[in-house]
């Protein structure tokens, strides 16, 4: 369908224009390669389509500007860190108060914006007792040690190609035969995941419950909709037989929102009315300010209260010196009750919808063998129709050239998509001409290929 060799050209051409208007951005990569391990501050920032990375200079709302002077619709949002837009004001205000003001960020004393923010985290979850992190990735790790604690089992359930962060425990897929292997490229496991672990398909009800008869799964760790591998949505009926089948083998359930927070204002939990034990959120909360935090059902609480031999106040393996300080819970406050809204969700639901729609026209005029899924604010395309109902479809799907095509050609013309996904999220300060700018662009790009 996709002619390889004009592919391979237009990509040629997309790349030499890329580094044609990016000299500032190039020289800066080309400086930091001496003091920087891989020569970015953080390795998978080398997850570029053009070879390096553009270097930020401002950031507002829904806007990014480099330091070659160009301004982009940012449909990235720092992979959901910034699906409050960039620097919010009521944000910057409390952060500003909190930091400048008062003062303090790091002072090991509480302050009242936590129980604020936990409140209003049980509201939108619908788990009551909330603690903080500064990661998704510590919400998790932490997460699974409390599971680990209540049932006295070993094993987390994951899913195939999911993502929860560096989390040791989920980095395994289900291979080609249906063995449960570790991941390609898992650096330095600790031990095999296939023994801390147990993978299944998403959508896959009868591998989940002969995995779960084995007994020994201390929690299943699951986004509602899988957003890692592109967007994988739940069949009819799978969340509610998940839960089914978790309660009747005594498993956990622990639904990560960090990504499908863009279902709604209580992510797909709130969304879709489930109810999971734990609840893992991380990212977006903060407004750009490094946040997360988990949170318990009542009787998951109450549980954990009446246990013994828990070292929960030092160094029993639960906890971050700088977690919940005064800065981020101030942040998050700010966020949850001034930008990302109820009512802020209306608004970006709309947007993503209207993005979605003209993906899929385009795909339609051409006859694409393509889909596009949307999860509330947030909407990805995938090289392969129908869309994949699970992980390893998904991944199967992958066309890493095609991907970088579509990255580096948007990138030209002022679109930032998010790296490793050909993801779109919508934030409060997300307008429909952005959303049009990115119709436009796509439709050329597409146009250009298919010719
Ligand atoms: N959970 C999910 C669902 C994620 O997508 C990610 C990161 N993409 C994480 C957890 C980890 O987030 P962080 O890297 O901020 O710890």
Known sequence: MIDRTRLA???GRERQAYRDRNPRSAAAYERAKAHLFGGVPMTWMNKTAAGFPLYLAEARGARVTDVDGHEYVDLCLGDTGAMAGHSPTATVDAVAERFGGRGG?????????????????GRRFGVPYWSFSLTATDANRWAIRLARALTGRTRILVYSYCYHGSVDEVLLVVGPDGSQVIREGNVGAPTDPTTTSRVVEFNDLPALERELAYGDVAAVLMEPALTNIGIVLPEPGYLDAVRELTRRHGTLLINDETHTFS????????AWGLEPDIVTIGKAIGGGIPSGGYGLSAEVAARLSGMSGLDLVD??????????????VAAMRAT?????????FTAMIELATRFTTGVQAV???????????????RAEYRFTSPAPRDGGSSNAA???????????????RGVLLTPFHNMALMSPATTPSDIDHHQTTFTSAVTDLVA
């Open 398 to 412: 992958g066309d890493p050239d095609l991907d970088d095509y579509l990255h580096v050609y948007l990138a030209n």
């Open 363 to 377: 795909i339609d005029e051409h006859g694409l063998p393509w889909s596009v899924t949307q999860l509330g604010a």
């Open 315 to 328: 160094m029993g393996g639960v906890g971050g010196t700088l977690a919940g300080n005064a800065l981020s």
């Open 105 to 121: 960020a790091t002072v090991m004393m509480p302050t009242e914006d936590a129980t604020w923010v936990g409140a209003e985290l």
């Open 336 to 344: 949850l009750e001034h930008v990302l809204t109820d009512d802020a």
């Open 263 to 270: 279902a709604g204002p209580g992510g797909c939990t709130g």
């Open 9 to 11: 050209a237009l990509l």
